[in-house]
Structures are given as C-alpha cells and as structure tokens.
C-alpha cells in the first residue's frame, strides 16, 4: 500500500534544503491550507449533491437532472448563486456577533476536518492526544449557533439557538462516552495510533459487542450533533422556519450550510476511523490472499469509502424519519444513551483487562 | 317534531313555532339564553350540538338563526333570534354554553356588526380592525371612499372588548388584554410552512410550552357570501371549488343538493352515484394529501412523496373526466356538468386494486414508527364532549369516538344504499385522528369498489330550465366533506339570485379547537396538533 510520508517527507527535505527551518514549516503550513480548504469545499459540493441525489432515490425521484450529465454541476450552480448573493443587514441584530457567528461554526467543523486520517501518511497533525483535540473543537460550533440565535434579535432564532445549544452539548456527552470506549480498546489517543491497531481487524469486530454498542449510540448521538433529521430540532423548517440560521443570507448563510454538510462528512470519518479502521483496508487474518488484494485499493479510497458509507446510513435516517421533540431528545440523550455509553465504557474496559477481544 | 315543539313552548311560552324542513323556533332575545341552556341541558331535547349560526339582514330586522342537533335523539331544530335595532344591534351570546360560538358569533359580529352581550372576546375575526360598516347588511356602503385601499399593514390589536350584563340587566364595554405584557409571543404565519394557507397564530410560550394562542384570521377572504347575493345560483356553484379545494366535489354537491332540494328536482340515479364516485375519490385525495401533509410536517419528508404518488393518479382520473385537476367545476343544478369519461370505470378500479398495497406501505413507513407514535399519541388530546361542544366534525372528530358523519347520521344522495363503515377511534388525540384518516381510505375504496361497475345507464343531468328561481323560503343542507360536516344555508325571497347564502365550513370550527387543543403542550406539538386536525385556510376565509 503506497504510503503517502514518503511524497510528504521528500518535500519537507526539499524545502529545508533551500531555506532555513521556519520558512520551510510556514510554506507547508500555507500549502496545506489552501489544500483543505480546497478539499472542504469541493467535500461540501459532493456531499450536497450526494444527499441531493439519495434523497429523491428514497422518494421515487429522480432529483436535479438539467444542469451537467446527472444534475452534477447544479450544485457549482447553487454555490455561485450563493456566493453572489446579497449580505442583508438587518436593523435591530448585534451587527459583531451577527457577522461572527457563521466564521466560529466553520472554524470548528474545518479544524476537526484537520485531524481526520485522509490515507496512509496523509494527514495533517498527528500529535498523541488526537482524539482529545478532535472532541475539544467539535464543541466549538456550538458557540456559534447560540451567538447567531442571540444576535438576530428573533425570537425563532432564539428558540432555534437554545435547542441548538441543549441538544449539542448532551448529545456531545454521548459522542465522547462512545469515542472513548474504542481508546480504551486502541490504548491510545494519537489518531495514527489508533488506525494502525486496527490492522489485523476493524475495531466494530475486535470489540464485538461493546464495540457495536458504542457504534449505535455514536451514530444516535453524532446525527444530534451534527443537527441533523431526525434531530433537527433547531432547524426545524416547520416549525421555525430554518431556527437558527433564519436571518442569514449570501454567504453567511452559506457557512451554515456548508458546516452542515461537512460536519456529516466529519462525524461519518469519525465513525470510520474509530469502528471501521480509518483508511485500513479490510483484512481477515489468515487469509493472506485476500488482504493482499484488499492492499491494492488506495487507502484514500477505503476512508472515504467508509465515510460515504456511514454518511449514507445518517441521510438514510434523516429522510425516513419524522422530527422528534427536544424534550424527548433530551431525554434520550440523558436517560438512555449516557446511562448505557458509561455502561459500555466499564464493560469495554472488562473486555480489554480480560483480554475477550479478538 | 311535535314533542320538541311542545317542549319549548313550556320552556319558552314566548316561541313561536313554523314547521319547516326543520322546525323553526323564534324567540324574543330576552328569553333566548335561558332557552338555549335549557335546550342543551334538558334530558329530552340535549341539543349539544350547534351546527351553525347564519346571520341574516331581513331589512326590518336582523339577526341569527342558529341551528341545533341532538347527537343523542338525532333531531334537529333551527332558532331564530332577531333584534329590530340597526343602530347597536345586540344579542345574547350562547359560547358560555356552546364554545363553538366564539368564533362564530365573532363572525357574525363582523359582517353583521350585531354585538353580543357577555361573549369574551368580540373583535373583528376576518376584515381589518379598522373596517368601516358591516358588508353583509344590506344597507352596506360598498364604495371606496369608505373603505380605501389600506397600504398599512394592519396593527395588532392587543385588547379586546367583551360586553358584559350585569345583575341588573345593565350593559357595560370592558376592554381587557389578549395578552398580558409579559408574555413570550411568537408569531407563527401568515407565510409559514406548515400553517397550511395564510393565517396567522400568535402563540403565547413560557419556554417551549404554549400557554394560549390568538388566531389571527381573513388574509384571503374573498366575501364568497357576499359575492353570492348578486349572483345566480349556477354561478354560485363556482365558488364552492375554491373555498376546501380539497374538498371541491362534496362542498358543491352540498350547494347542488341545497338548490336541488328547493327546486324539487329529481336529480338522474347515473348522475348521483357519478357525484358519489367523486365525492370518494375527492375524500380520498384529500386524506392523501392529509398523510403527507402531516407526515412532513413531523419531519418526514419521505411520506410526504408517497401520499402524493397516489394523489396524482386520482387527480389524473378527475382530469380525464372533469377537464381540471384542482377547481373541478363538475357537479351542477340537475346531476353533472358531462358525461364521465370512457376509461372512467377501469381507472378507478385499477386505483382500487393499487390502494391497499400503498396504504400498507405507508403503515410500514409512518404508522409503526416509534418516533412518530411519541410525538402523536397523547398530544392534542379532545374527549368526545368537547369535540361535540366545539362542533369538530369529519375526521377530527370521529377520532375522539364521536360518530359524526353525516353520510350516516343524514343519509343523502344514495349513500343508504352502499354499505360502508364509519370509522371511529375513541383517544380523541393526534394518532387517533390519524388513524381514523388512515382507516377511512380503506372505507372510501370499498365505496368506489362498490360503484365502479355499477354505473346506471341514463341521463347523467336532468332537465333544468334555463333561469333558475327558487322559491320564497329557506334550507339548509349538510353532506359529509373530507373534513367534516359542510352545511350550505340559502334564504330566497324568490329572486334569481339569493338573498343570503351561508357556508358553514368544518374548518373554520376545526380552527376553534386549535387553541383548546394546544394548551400546555409544546410548540412542536401545536404542529402536530395542526396536521392532525387537518384544516384548510381557504375554507376558513370564505
């Protein structure tokens, strides 16, 4: 499997080569900037249309088709419309937090997408508190849908925002309680770490049945989180409008959607690499013939194929599912899924100091 | 009918009676709130439901004639309640009694501007606060100067005004508030996804929990009923399609029924069971549209397509045949306006075949779902008593077990020759007026299955002359729209066009019991609660 630390190291020595330490370390860091931004973007396109896509599959449609060979470039069409929209000022909002609000919910959906291991070698940081930092930034966004619910001065927005703020910050709870399971399965939290303990097989199997628990609860848990149906709660097109983000327009509004789409795209990379190995191939251990071919497949492609995988079940939900209600959420959140993800944590933990895993 | 008669005459000695297609009562308006209570609570009589209150300009006086009907003995009875002041016309109010009055009685108040005493809240319910005259006296100043285009969006009108009786009879305005300063009001509509027309809710929260709402109503109310006094009777009939249009054959089959009666005409057995035939499938659209309406108003989306996968093909059967597939303009004076179309028959059959497979399929997909059993059942609850005291008929309120359908209860047309069931459920909450749409769709096809190869040969209209007269007096008919009871009111003074037509419209009632309904549950629910319920603005807004 062609491992991308050799392109990325080469260059590294390249660049040292020709100019001093801290100018080499600055051009990277532009480079991979500019990269994933980039990548973000194009990510958020294909996921607008994928969803687009799978959504008239589920309801007997056939979903854009005019603009480009299968609808694809309806979604270039709707980003440029985006783009060249008008910012609207309203009068009475907090014209800071108002304008700030969308920057912070991109900031935390683009600093997780940071930390996701794209393929062998090719990932941004892999320091050893990796997951930590994945969690820690995630809970970023939060801050900016509570600031654009307060700061429109609308009382959708406000109620939007409060649900907003409730659900995510519980919902979190159970995301880590699951995520931190499988460390205690990997013994690690560097990100790289934990992909290559998965080598001989995927976590989901390793861990068999606190490993499938935590998986059900993460994606349960995940799917609030990212605000998504059926937890759309502060959205809630029907019943307010589109909650949190109703007074936004142009680009701002943009952002939002934008880090919609992505954080789907980060919690099913999550997802794939804490329970489906990340960008490790499936290998069955004794069957070396079938994991050689299974190595031929570009580690790119088996994360993102996993990710696409798990986002489909997450759209799956969201267009067969009705809305639940924020109290019924909560409670879900606190009476079952956080009683049961402490539960699993100690039966992982069993699991682990026994030695009953795979 | 007699027994009745001799009932209110001991309770009322002032009455006086004329035998009628129902009988009319008339009664001072002194007398007339003893009687009404006694009326709704006497062992014997229990009329505990008010069907409809009609308010008419005789000229020489003006005022209300309410009808009534037992839903214990089945009978019915009309009063009549005038007053002879033009100036500050006042009756009593009855909506202590039957709570369907609030609304009704604010109705009347604002095209007729007869005040009533002691009723709660008496603002305007459909025209602007600021409406100069009362358009459907007949003295009404119909000209612009009095009332211009506004180009001012109308205030909101925070207090209201109640006109109370004291001890001694004394009448005093008092203003009070609709809502206290402090209240948390959202305001939900007129351009909002799931208010289901242009209306307006200004609900009351502490938190997420609705304390009261105020209906804000009359963004597209056309005056069908004025516009009715100035035209003939087969031009009348075109307005009926545009007030449910989910409803548009059974609501003009009420008129033509109502025309029909006056007349004494014998309308063609081919034309009835034809009108039939489309009253079900009109049923049946509509309960489609009703599943995917209230499917995506909770969130799923999916539903919402296959409810409308079936529509079309009813809607492509109405087409063939009606030559529309929204303001159908079919039925008329005599039968129906065409013959129906070759392929009728076979399509509706093929629908029927088709129906019991997709219903399953949207079992499968909404019903058994635990999310959508959380958020409908126990939500919106209406016990049968006030389903009856609200007048909430059709769906509605056979899901709070009261069995309302005038099919059964009032037999017209040739529904006493087909065997269907009336569907009830006894919770009287969401799931149960879902359930009962839901169930009802099966009695619909059994219905259609039932006629579709069984189309009389014959004409398919009878023989109507040109102009149409009705003769001097006044009817009233009721048929069962998909939404409930639909009635048409029609005062002749034996002119071409009437002198007062009234559409007592389900939807307007189902509006009444929105707030009731949504008291102490969440704003999530006051949509599930909407759906449920199932209105359509249009039919509010005449």
Same mark, same amino acid.
């Given at each position: ?14 660049l ?34 994928y ?12 979903g854009?088709?005019?603009v ?28 800071f ?27 941004i ?8 930092f994945?969690?820690?930034v ?20 406000l ?8 659900q ?20 690690? /939290? ?29 994606l ?79 580690s ?29 959420l909560?409670? /879900?959140?606190w ?24 | ?14 009455? *006086?009676?004329?035998?009628?297609e ?19 609570e006497?062992a014997?009589?229990?009329f505990?439901?008010?069907?409809g209150? *009609?308010?008419?300009?005789w ?7 309410y009808?009534?009907?037992?839903t214990?003995?089945? @009978? ?6 005038? @007053? ?5 016309p ?8 039957w ?5 009704? &009685?604010? &109705? ?26 009362f ?5 009404y ?20 005004v109640?006109?109370?009786?004291d ?13 206290k ?8 509509g007129p351009?909002?996804?799931? *208010?289901?027309g ?6 009351? =929260? ?10 804000? *109503? ?31 054959h ?6 033509? =029924? ?16 034809i ?9 049946l ?11 995506m ?25 009606c030559?529309a597939?929204?303001?159908l ?19 509706v ?15 499968? =997909? ?8 959380n ?12 389903a ?12 709070? $077990? ?10 017209y047309?040739?529904y006493?020759?087909?065997?269907f069931?009336?569907?009830t459920?006894t ?6 007026r ?6 009802e769709?099966e009695?619909?096809v ?10 009389p040969? $014959?004409d ?10 009705l003769p ?22 034996? &002119?071409?066009?009437?002198?007062r037509?009234?559409?007592n ?15 102490? &549950?969440?704003?999530?629910d ?17």
């Amino acid at each position: 499997m062609f491992d991308f630390g050799i392109v990325t190291r080469w260059f590294d020595q390249l660049l040292c080569g020709i100019m001093p330490g801290w100018l080499a370390t600055t051009i990277e860091g532009v480079i991979i900037a500019v990269a994933l931004i980039l990548v973000y973007a194009v990510l958020a396109l294909f996921y607008i249309l994928y969803e687009r896509k799978l959504c008239a599959w589920f309801q007997c449609r056939l979903g854009p088709m005019r603009v480009g060979r299968w609808g694809w470039m309806q979604v270039f069409a709707d980003m440029f419309k985006i783009l060249i929209k008008e910012l609207i000022k309203l009068r009475n909002t907090d014209k800071f937090l108002f304008e700030l609000a969308p920057y912070l919910v991109i900031l935390a959906s683009m600093l997780s997408f940071a930390v996701l291991p794209w393929g062998r070698g090719l990932q941004i940081i892999d320091f050893n508190i990796g997951v930590f930092f994945m969690i820690a930034v995630s809970g970023l966004g939060v801050i900016g849908i509570l600031l654009a619910g307060w700061a429109s001065d609308s009382k959708y927005t406000l109620v939007g925002a409060l649900r907003g703020g409730a659900q995510m910050i519980s919902c979190e709870l159970s995301v880590a309680m699951s995520i931190m399971t499988m460390v205690v399965l990997a013994g690690t /939290m560097s990100i790289s770490g934990i992909v290559y303990a998965q080598e001989d097989a995927w976590f989901i199997f390793k861990g068999h049945v606190p490993a499938i628990i935590a998986f059900i609860i993460y994606l349960i848990a995940a799917t609030a989180e990212t605000n998504r149906g059926p937890f759309d709660l502060p959205e809630a097109e029907h019943e307010l409008t589109a909650g949190y983000h109703t007074e936004y327009s142009g680009i701002h509004f943009g952002f939002f959607y934008l880090a919609e789409y992505l954080n789907l795209f980060i919690v099913s990379g999550i997802a794939a690499l804490m329970f489906l190995g990340g960008w490790m191939p499936l290998h069955i251990p004794g069957c070396d013939g079938f994991n050689m071919v299974m190595d031929w497949i570009p580690s790119v492609i088996w994360f993102l194929g996993k990710a696409f995988f798990i986002s489909f079940i997450i759209i799956w939900f969201k267009w067969s599912f009705p809305r639940v209600r924020i109290d019924q959420l909560l409670a /879900m959140e606190w009476k079952y899924l956080m009683p049961i993800g402490l539960f699993n944590i100690a039966l992982m933990t069993v699991v682990v100091v026994y030695g009953w895993h795979f | 009918m007699a027994n009745i008669q001799e009932k209110i005459s001991a309770l009322c000695p002032e009455a *006086t009676f004329e035998e009628g297609e129902t009988l009319l009562v008339t009664v001072p308006d002194a007398k007339w709130h003893a009687l009404a209570k006694a009326m709704k609570e006497d062992a014997d009589l229990s009329f505990d439901y008010l069907v409809g209150i *009609t308010g008419v300009d005789w000229k020489e006086s003006m005022g209300c004639i309410y009808y009534f009907t037992s839903t214990k003995y089945g @009978t019915h009875v009309s009063v009549k309640v005038s @007053t002879t002041d033009r100036e500050k016309p006042m009756l009593h109010s009855v909506s202590d009694l039957w709570k369907v009055a609030l609304i009704h &009685e604010r &109705e009347v108040y604002d095209f007729y501007g007869i005040i009533f005493i002691n009723h709660p809240d008496l603002r305007r319910y459909f025209l602007r606060n600021d409406w100069k005259g009362f358009p459907l006296r007949k003295d009404y100043d119909a000209s612009d100067k009095a009332n211009p285009i506004r180009l001012e969006a109308e205030k909101n009108e925070d207090d209201t005004v109640s006109y109370i009786e004291d001890a001694e009879g004394k009448i005093q305005k008092k203003r009070k508030l609709v809502f206290k300063p402090e209240e948390y009001v959202i305001n939900i509509g007129p351009q909002h996804p799931s *208010t289901h027309g242009v209306m307006r809710m200004r609900t009351a =929260l502490e938190g997420e929990t609705i304390t009261h709402i105020d209906m804000v *109503t009359g963004y597209i109310h056309r005056g069908i009923e004025k516009l009715c006094e100035g035209l003939g009777y087969p031009q009348s009939l075109l307005f009926t399609d545009r007030m449910d249009y989910m409803s548009a054959h059974q609501n003009r089959h009420c008129l033509c =029924l109502c025309i029909e009666k006056a007349l004494g005409l014998e309308v063609p057995k081919r034309a009835q069971v034809i009108r039939v035939m489309m009253d079900e499938l009109m049923r049946l659209s509509s309960h489609l549209l009703s599943y995917g309406c209230l499917t995506m108003d909770l969130g799923a989306t999916t539903a919402f397509f296959y409810g409308f996968r079936e529509r079309e093909i009813i809607l492509n059967i109405f087409e063939k045949t009606c030559g529309a597939r929204m303001s159908l303009n079919y039925d008329t004076i005599g039968g129906v306006m065409a013959d129906i179309d070759v392929d009728f028959a076979n399509d509706v059959k093929a629908l029927c075949k088709l129906m019991p497979e997709r219903l399953k399929e949207y079992h499968k =997909l909404f019903t058994g779902n635990v999310i959508a059993n959380n958020r409908l059942r126990g939500v919106g609850v209406l016990s049968r008593e006030d389903a009856i005291n609200l007048s909430v008929t059709g769906p509605s309120g056979r899901g709070s $077990g009261w069995a309302c359908d005038v099919r059964k209860t009032a037999p017209y047309s040739i529904y006493n020759e087909i065997d269907f069931d009336e569907i009830t459920e006894t919770e009287g909450d969401s799931f149960a007026r879902y359930m009962v749409r839901m169930r009802e769709m099966e009695q619909c096809v059994k219905i259609l299955e039932q006629l579709a190869d069984n189309i009389p040969e $014959g004409d398919y209209c009878a023989k109507v002359p040109k102009i149409i007269k009705l003769p001097v007096g006044h009817w009233f008919q009721q048929v069962e729209a998909s939404r409930g009871a639909f009635g048409v009111y029609i005062e002749s003074t034996g &002119e071409k066009t009437p002198y007062r037509m009234h559409f007592n419209s389900p939807c307007l009632n189902l509006l009444g019991a929105v707030d009731p309904c949504t008291r102490g &549950e969440k704003i999530a629910d006051l949509i599930a609660i909407n759906a449920s319920l199932d209105y359509v603005v249009p039919d509010v807004d005449r």
